[in-house]
């Protein structure tokens, strides 16, 4: 797309402004019009539009964006052919600056990251990269040009790094082949940043490769430059294949020694030296904890390697539209995510249902005691009750008991000595009180 063609529009997009542009293709700020809202668009060159593994390989970086959902990841959000026959992928658009840019303006005026800067940009990166090496994929081209710097509150520092071009990713064990194939001898990437394995062909890579990128670019970063210095990429290839890296303490005296100690352990020339991209987070993570003076870092859960058909919650991509995971941030409401709360909420409802039972019974055991107490005492004659019966005026003289057949002719109002043979009238029951219904241990209130 020429900057005469920069007044056209690809379906509801108005193109707007050209933003950059590499040897593959251009991008561009553009509006989404029916939703007002500006997106980055990135296109193929014509030339290579007409190349079906270039193209494959254009469309592969949505495919890849599309599997994995973290902050620090750019989000695509459409993708297709323009009216023309031009390839344009639609993506977030950030406001923010490169690392490329923000260490150059650092440069020119004699000056450097803070080493607690350093140390938030390498956990972010190493943090986000490690998700996406447990999802299979190895981003090949980590370089200070593809890290964007924006403002994030949360994040550590205030600034939020954006991984950029995922265009010549790498998807392990990808069965898809109409992403194309990397020929196993084929160059890949930015030769100041290679790796050896990645110098020696593509076949070898794998997600090591980035860990040790990754240590090229913090080794920029604090010493001002690359770990080799040459007029070409062959003689730059040539020395990550033979040549030890000069040591960084050479360079910078008073950076710490943990610091430049795990950054040539990122650039070990056996990959299998190397520490993981997990365990580089973690040690990132302690010693931006130990130098902030704070826990160290919370790590991003890593989620369970899928296969590349197998794309759960997948953006739909569709002409006319940018509805998608945007913003970059993680999918709300998930079944992973749903399925945990639903756990705490059961365990919380099960404990205080278990509070409860044990509170009303406890009350009606207290209930029963009490009234069986009261039942005891309204049935019991005088001289037994517990308190040993009633006090006796010790001036007062008791009479012995009647007999049970003068008694009667008491009550049936007989002359004495007159002897009243007929039944006994039964004595009226005391009504007792009504049970206390509370007193159920399935009592509701």
């Not at 939703?35 to 030339?47: C, M, Q």
């Not at 995922?166 to 001898?185: C, E, M, V, W």
């Not at 593509?202 to 430059?225: F, K, M, N, R």
Request: with cysteine; net charge positive; charged share 20%.
């Amino acid at each position: 797309m020429t900057a005469s063609a920069q007044k056209r529009r690809i379906g509801p997009y108005r193109i707007v402004r050209l933003l950059g542009e590499g040897g593959m293709g251009s991008v561009y700020e553009a509006r989404h019009e029916p939703l007002e809202r500006r997106v980055a668009v990135k296109t193929l060159h014509p030339e290579y539009a007409r190349d079906q593994d270039a193209v494959a390989r254009f469309f592969k970086e949505a495919k890849v964006l599309s599997r994995l959902e973290h902050p620090s990841i750019v989000q695509a959000s459409d993708f297709g052919y323009a009216s023309d026959g031009t390839a344009y992928l639609v993506m977030e658009y950030l406001r923010g600056e490169s690392l490329a840019s923000r260490l150059s303006g650092l440069s020119t005026s004699g000056k450097q990251l803070p080493i607690l800067t350093v140390l938030q940009f390498a956990w972010q990166v190493a943090d986000v990269l490690a998700v996406a090496h447990s999802q299979g994929i190895v981003h090949r081209d980590i370089k200070p040009e593809n890290l964007m710097l924006v403002a994030d509150p949360v994040a550590p520092g205030g600034e939020r790094v954006k991984i950029l071009d995922f265009g010549i990713a790498k998807l392990l064990q990808d069965p898809d082949s109409r992403y194309g194939k990397t020929n196993t001898h084929a160059l890949i990437g930015t030769p100041a940043y290679m790796s050896p394995e990645q110098c020696a062909g593509a076949g070898g890579v794998d997600a090591q490769t980035d860990v040790y990128s990754l240590g090229c670019v913090l080794y920029e970063v604090i010493s001002g430059q690359t770990p080799f210095i040459a007029d070409g990429g062959g003689q730059l290839i040539g020395m990550h294949l033979f040549q030890s890296i000069p040591p960084l303490k050479s360079l910078q005296p008073n950076t710490p020694e943990a610091i430049t100690d795990l950054i040539h352990r990122l650039l070990a020339k056996d990959k299998a030296q190397r520490p993981s991209m997990s365990e580089a987070a973690d040690s990132f993570g302690l010693l931006l904890g130990a130098f902030a003076g704070s826990p160290p870092v919370v790590r991003s859960a890593l989620p369970t390697q899928i296969n590349v058909d197998e794309r759960p919650n997948p953006t739909r991509f569709s002409s006319g539209t940018t509805l998608g995971q945007s913003n970059g941030q993680p999918t709300i409401g998930s079944n992973r995510t749903f399925r945990a709360s639903l756990v705490a909420v059961t365990a919380l409802m099960f404990v205080v249902s278990a509070a409860v039972f044990v509170r009303r019974f406890q009350r009606s055991q207290t209930a029963g005691h009490l009234a069986s107490m009261t039942v005891m005492a309204a049935v019991q004659p005088a001289n037994q009750l517990p308190d040993g019966g009633p006090t006796i005026d010790a001036g007062s003289q008791k009479s012995p008991p009647a007999s049970p057949v003068a008694q009667r002719n008491q009550q049936s109002g007989a002359p004495k000595g007159h002897i009243n043979n007929a039944a006994p009238t039964p004595a009226k029951a005391q009504k007792l009180p009504a049970p206390d219904h509370r007193s159920r241990i399935g009592y509701e209130d």
